[in-house]
Structures are given as structure tokens and as C-alpha cells.
């Protein structure tokens, strides 16, 4: 994921030419696949191990959702791709900051002031920004959580601050009183959410799919959300440079 290689044969062709001594048993593409979404849970618990020196002294932290279309919105109506379970049939939604309709699912992820994915979720385009929230709940205690409209309502409000003891804020308008420093602070964080999406999309291919099933689909991104995560952990604790630079050599 790492070298945005997004074709399994260049992968494969790769993998054999460069390092056959530490992929010697090196399986057949359809081997590795099964085998790569038979691990999923494990990635998963991968994942979280390299989150967690982030969340040692994180209480500040924003949610937000990328759009990640399964085909072009022209063809969605021939589409077959995910349709094996009904629960996570792809739907149509609505992308406001692109001012466009799509025809996939939504990314719904918890960043850290670093830009790092601490929780993400995927879920149908359709579904409502709340739902989110519902998912997570048990995960943030003691925390202030950044969120915009389509994630709060007073009742998810009242409900994190008496539970969690979590604040779920929205960023006021500009003809509203807001802090100097909180605006600064929100600016920041943005811009690391954006930095962390454009990453996924660039240079994981996040909107790229070429897998037939949910279920192998949702490992993908499992797979390219944790690379990413891995490449910042190393920048941070092994290479003591900043976090996100992703696109510098890690050797």
C-alpha cells in the first residue's frame, strides 16, 4: 500500500524480482487473498497497537467522513460489487464539500491533533453522521470531540457529557462569538484531516476498487488505513521526524 502499487499482478512481479528470499513459499494471488481477509481481525488489533502511543495524552480530537465511491455514479445502476450481504449494500449520498452525488460508502473516522486515524468506520454513503457517534461511544472518555452539523444533536450532546464525559462541539460561523485560539485550534485540525484524506487518496488509492465483495473490500481499506498509520508511527518514534511525512523514504 505503501508504494501505491494498486495492481496485485505489478505487486506479485514485484514481490518475486525483488524479495524472494523473504517471500520464498510467495502463494498464488487468490491464496493471498483469502488469507488477507481471513486476517482482518488481526489487522485490525494490528492497527490499534500502533494507535495507541498516540492516544497516550490525546483528550483533543475531531470526526469527520470521506466519500468513497465504488464505481462511477453513471454506471451505479449495472453495479455488482458488494451485494453479497444486505447490510452493507452500497447507497447513494451526497458529498457537500465536492457538491456532488456518489455511489459507494462513507469513511467516518475519529483524528488525532497529528492527523493520525484513530477510530474509523465504514459505513454506506446513506447513512446518517449520527450513527457514527453510536458506534464510538464506548471508546472517548474525557475528551473535547470536534464535530460538524451532521454529527451533533442535543441529544448526542447530552448523552456524551453525562456518559463520557465528552464534549461534542461544533465550530460556530463566522458571524458568531468564537475564541481566537479555538478557531486557530480548529483551523489546525483541519487541515490535518484534510492532509490524512488527501494521503489515502493519493497515495493509498482510497477510491480505487477493484475488490467484488464487501468483505474484501473492507479489508482493503483496513489495509491501506493501516499502512498509512504504520508510516506515521515509524516517522514519529522511530525516525523522529514529523509524523506526516509520508511521502519520504522510510530507509
Same mark, same amino acid.
Given at each position: 500500500?505503501?508504494?501505491?502499487?494498486?495492481?496485485?499482478?505489478?505487486?506479485?512481479?514485484?514481490?518475486?524480482?525483488?524479495? =524472494? &528470499?523473504? *517471500?520464498?513459499?510467495? @502463494?498464488?494471488?487468490?491464496?493471498?487473498?483469502?488469507?488477507?481477509?481471513?486476517?482482518?481481525?488481526?489487522?485490525?488489533?494490528?492497527?490499534? !497497537? +500502533?494507535?495507541?502511543?498516540?492516544?497516550?495524552?490525546? /483528550?483533543?480530537?475531531?470526526? /469527520?467522513?470521506?466519500?468513497?465511491?465504488?464505481?462511477?455514479?453513471?454506471?451505479?445502476?449495472?453495479? $455488482?460489487?458488494?451485494? &453479497?450481504?444486505?447490510?452493507? #449494500?452500497?447507497?447513494?449520498?451526497?458529498?457537500?464539500?465536492?457538491?456532488? @452525488?456518489?455511489?459507494?460508502?462513507? +469513511?467516518?473516522? %475519529?483524528? $488525532?491533533?497529528?492527523?493520525?486515524?484513530?477510530?474509523?468506520?465504514?459505513?454506506?454513503?446513506?447513512? @446518517?453522521?449520527?450513527?457514527?457517534?453510536?458506534?464510538?461511544?464506548?471508546?472517548?472518555?474525557?475528551? #473535547? +470531540?470536534?464535530?460538524? !452539523?451532521?454529527?451533533?444533536?442535543?441529544?448526542?450532546?447530552?448523552? *456524551?457529557?453525562?456518559?463520557?464525559?465528552?464534549?461534542?462541539?461544533?465550530?460556530?460561523?463566522?458571524?458568531? /462569538?468564537?475564541?481566537?485560539?479555538?478557531?486557530?485550534? *480548529?483551523?489546525?485540525?483541519?487541515?490535518?484531516?484534510?492532509?490524512?484524506?488527501?494521503? +489515502?487518496? /493519493?497515495?493509498? @488509492?482510497? &477510491?480505487?476498487?477493484?475488490?467484488? =465483495? *464487501?468483505?474484501?473490500? !473492507? $479489508?482493503?481499506?483496513?489495509? !491501506?488505513? =493501516?499502512? #498509512? $498509520?504504520? %508510516?506515521?508511527?515509524?516517522?514519529?518514534?522511530?525516525?523522529?521526524?514529523?509524523?506526516?511525512?509520508?511521502?519520504?523514504?522510510?530507509?
Amino acid at each position: 500500500e505503501y508504494l501505491s502499487i494498486d495492481s496485485e499482478n505489478a505487486l506479485f512481479k514485484k514481490i518475486r524480482a525483488d524479495y =524472494t &528470499e523473504a *517471500f520464498p513459499y510467495l @502463494h498464488s494471488r487468490p491464496q493471498f487473498n483469502r488469507r488477507k481477509r481471513a486476517l482482518f481481525l488481526i489487522i485490525e488489533r494490528l492497527r490499534q !497497537k +500502533l494507535v495507541a502511543p498516540f492516544l497516550a495524552n490525546e /483528550d483533543i480530537f475531531m470526526t /469527520d467522513s470521506k466519500p468513497l465511491p465504488i464505481c462511477e455514479h453513471a454506471r451505479s445502476a449495472q453495479s $455488482t460489487v458488494c451485494q &453479497e450481504v444486505d447490510y452493507a #449494500l452500497p447507497k447513494y449520498g451526497y458529498c457537500a464539500s465536492k457538491q456532488e @452525488h456518489f455511489y459507494g460508502y462513507k +469513511l467516518h473516522s %475519529i483524528h $488525532t491533533l497529528e492527523g493520525v486515524i484513530a477510530y474509523p468506520d465504514l459505513a454506506p454513503a446513506r447513512t @446518517h453522521d449520527s450513527q457514527f457517534l453510536a458506534d464510538i461511544q464506548c471508546k472517548l472518555y474525557s475528551s #473535547l +470531540l470536534i464535530t460538524d !452539523k451532521g454529527y451533533v444533536s442535543q441529544d448526542w450532546q447530552q448523552t *456524551f457529557r453525562t456518559q463520557n464525559n465528552v464534549v461534542l462541539y461544533t465550530p460556530k460561523r463566522k458571524n458568531q /462569538d468564537c475564541t481566537v485560539r479555538f478557531i486557530a485550534l *480548529f483551523d489546525r485540525l483541519r487541515r490535518q484531516v484534510e492532509r490524512t484524506y488527501s494521503q +489515502l487518496k /493519493d497515495q493509498f @488509492h482510497a &477510491e480505487r476498487n477493484y475488490a467484488k =465483495t *464487501f468483505w474484501g473490500y !473492507k $479489508t482493503r481499506i483496513l489495509s !491501506k488505513v =493501516t499502512a #498509512l $498509520t504504520m %508510516i506515521q508511527y515509524i516517522n514519529k518514534f522511530d525516525l523522529n521526524r514529523p509524523t506526516n511525512y509520508i511521502k519520504h523514504a522510510i530507509y
